[in-house]
């Protein structure tokens, strides 16, 4: 990359580095093709809306599981469930300064986001949390919308909208996650040093598997160095240290 990341906390990320990192290691309920951006499923397997798009039900996966992590009481991932959707989505709406992603996102347009957000403002969180979210079980999701959004659902696949678990926001907080980073992607973190190296390791409890039945990622592995001037690329490409 010919520039550094800066924050890989998923209510903070703003910079295309950033998401090519974050999207390697968290996932949201849906991920975009990557030949012509249609919504397709990810943590969410299916989902439905009513007659005039404002009522959208996602059924989760089973089975996925959070990255092995210190956040746990032991150490292990435990199964993503509706109640961590709903976690994340409410941290979208609250106010504090590392949070970017809510103007861009569910302001306005998730059922009661605007009012919580202004409640936390406020410093006094609406009791029952935000009107249109509604964990209907252990794998089901229900968001309620002021209107109907032709975009939601690709709104839904962008970086404010990644999934982690409670655990992780309450051991590291919002400036720790930063680089400790907890989620059900492909990959998980191995090693950072900030301005320097993003390395991270196959995630081996990885719920996806390909056509044929193998399970995802390939890789073992993938490694990050930013350069920001094109000789000393250059000089790295003649070293075979770089590829293109």
Request: glycine residues 6%; contains cysteine; charged residues 25%.
């Amino acid at each position: 990359e010919i520039e550094d990341f800066r924050n890989l906390f998923p209510l903070s990320i703003t910079e295309e580095t950033n998401q090519h990192i974050a999207y390697q290691i968290y996932e949201g309920l849906i991920k975009l093709s990557q030949s012509d951006l249609t919504a397709l499923p990810c943590i969410a397997e299916k989902w439905e809306k009513n007659n005039d798009a404002t009522v959208w039900t996602f059924h989760i996966r089973k089975g996925i599981k959070f990255h092995d992590n210190p956040c746990f009481e032991d150490g292990v991932g435990r199964e993503l469930e509706a109640k961590d959707v709903q976690f994340c989505f409410e941290k979208l709406c609250t106010a504090i300064p590392e949070n970017q992603q809510f103007n861009a996102t569910f302001k306005d347009l998730v059922l009661g986001a605007s009012q919580y957000y202004q409640s936390t403002r406020n410093n006094k969180p609406l009791p029952n949390g935000i009107q249109g979210l509604k964990v209907i079980d252990d794998y089901t999701i229900q968001i309620a919308l002021e209107h109907p959004f032709a975009g939601f659902l690709s709104l839904l696949a962008t970086s404010g909208c990644l999934i982690y678990p409670k655990e992780a926001f309450l051991k590291y907080g919002p400036a720790q996650m930063k680089t400790k980073c907890v989620g059900t992607g492909p990959f998980q973190v191995k090693n950072i040093k900030e301005g320097e190296i993003v390395s991270l390791e196959r995630n081996p409890n990885y719920w996806h598997k390909d056509e044929a039945g193998n399970q995802l990622p390939y890789l073992d592995g993938l490694k990050y160095t930013f350069i920001k001037e094109k000789k000393v690329e250059l000089t790295e490409f003649k070293k075979r240290n770089l590829d293109m």
